[in-house]
């Protein structure tokens, strides 16, 4: 097990990679616990839970609403929750966002803490103490910042998961390589066999290494002022995807990440062959690259992204592999670069 710290506003968040949801009884109070999980997760591992009460939700993007919010608080108060009580979060990236952003604002805020089931909240939803709801399909666009006591990142969790759940989490595996880390990019081409066939120890280190440069990124800029925005490479146009699509997080990522890089060498900040290595790798992976949709109704998605600012957006570039650059562009230059490809 390792483990690595976040430095937050309001303290500290430790990301425990490697350890078992069965230990969970070393990092949760003894009374006051409310589990909040999935139907799916609780079928595979509701025996290993600790024994206190549970709400479940149904998997997938329609439970991470308001209107979920409000019924789970709601159950909270039934059950005698109070301003002491502890929520901990059991399952992937929606349990993870669910209970993040109900334990920020049940009674102006409690504590909590996460275990991570899926590689996609391993690497990403689980860490950084972004929690957030969707409304009409919108990603997060109500949401909190706020630090999650720890999270277990089980490993051993992750043999449970259908295949697409790994590729899901591989999307974002391959974003903080391309934003921070050539060699792991490099690391990545080399073992594509071991990694389409579930090699736990390579997942290991994959986990280890997305967390780190999460958690550095996080610990210079935690409410994402600067450097912190350099985690949205793939989502401005993957997020636009995924509303209009139905596609899974990692997977609108991935072509989110080809849209990228792709913008990237018309500005030229990407060499061709360097967007082929990505392009190459994201097919390897059996990641999509591209979707049927019509680019203008992705593009009336993107419109009402929550980092748009009036007529302008902080949109991420590449700057080859491994590095990357923040730039506030308008909304009418995406359009013009959409109509020119």
């Not at 506003?9 to 230990?23: A, H, T």
């Not at 206190?52 to 209107?67: D, H, M, N, V």
Request: glycine share 10%; proline share 3%.
């Amino acid at each position: 097990m390792e483990e690595i710290l976040i430095n937050g506003i309001q303290g500290v968040s430790r990301v425990l990679v490697g350890e078992k949801l069965s230990n969970i009884g070393n990092y949760i109070p003894n009374r006051g616990v409310f589990i909040i999980t999935d139907t799916n997760v609780f079928s595979h591992q509701g025996k290993n839970f600790p024994n206190f009460p549970t709400y479940t939700i149904e998997p997938g993007e329609g439970s991470k609403s308001l209107a979920e919010v409000q019924i789970v608080s709601r159950w909270l108060l039934a059950n005698g929750a109070d301003r002491s009580s502890f929520i901990l979060g059991i399952g992937g990236g929606v349990v993870c966002d669910l209970a993040g952003f109900v334990a920020s604002t049940f009674m102006r805020g409690i504590d909590f803490g996460f275990v991570a089931t899926s590689l996609l909240a391993q690497v990403d939803a689980s860490v950084g103490g972004k929690n957030g709801v969707n409304i009409d399909g919108y990603k997060n666009i109500v949401g909190t910042f706020n630090q999650p006591k720890f999270v277990i990142c089980d490993i051993g969790s992750l043999t449970s998961l259908p295949k697409e759940e790994f590729t899901n989490g591989l999307a974002e595996i391959v974003k903080h390589t391309l934003i921070a880390d050539g060699n792991m990019f490099s690391y990545i081409e080399a073992r594509i066999e071991k990694i389409k066939n579930l090699d736990l120890d390579i997942f290991r280190e994959l986990v280890n290494h997305s967390v780190k440069v999460k958690a550095k990124i996080v610990g210079m800029d935690e409410r994402e002022k600067a450097e912190r925005k350099k985690l949205n490479l793939g989502h401005t146009w993957g997020h636009a995807v995924e509303k209009e699509s139905g596609f899974p997080h990692g997977k609108s990522v991935s072509i989110g990440l080809e849209f990228a890089a792709r913008f990237s060498m018309h500005k030229g900040l990407l060499e061709h062959r360097d967007y082929m290595r990505i392009i190459n790798l994201l097919r390897d992976l059996e990641l999509p690259i591209c979707s049927s949709l019509s680019p203008k109704k992705v593009f009336e998605s993107l419109t009402m992204d929550k980092k748009k600012t009036a007529n302008s957006i902080d949109f991420i570039f590449m700057l080859g592999i491994g590095d990357s650059i923040v730039e506030r562009i308008s909304i009418s230059e995406i359009k013009r670069f959409i109509e020119k490809t």
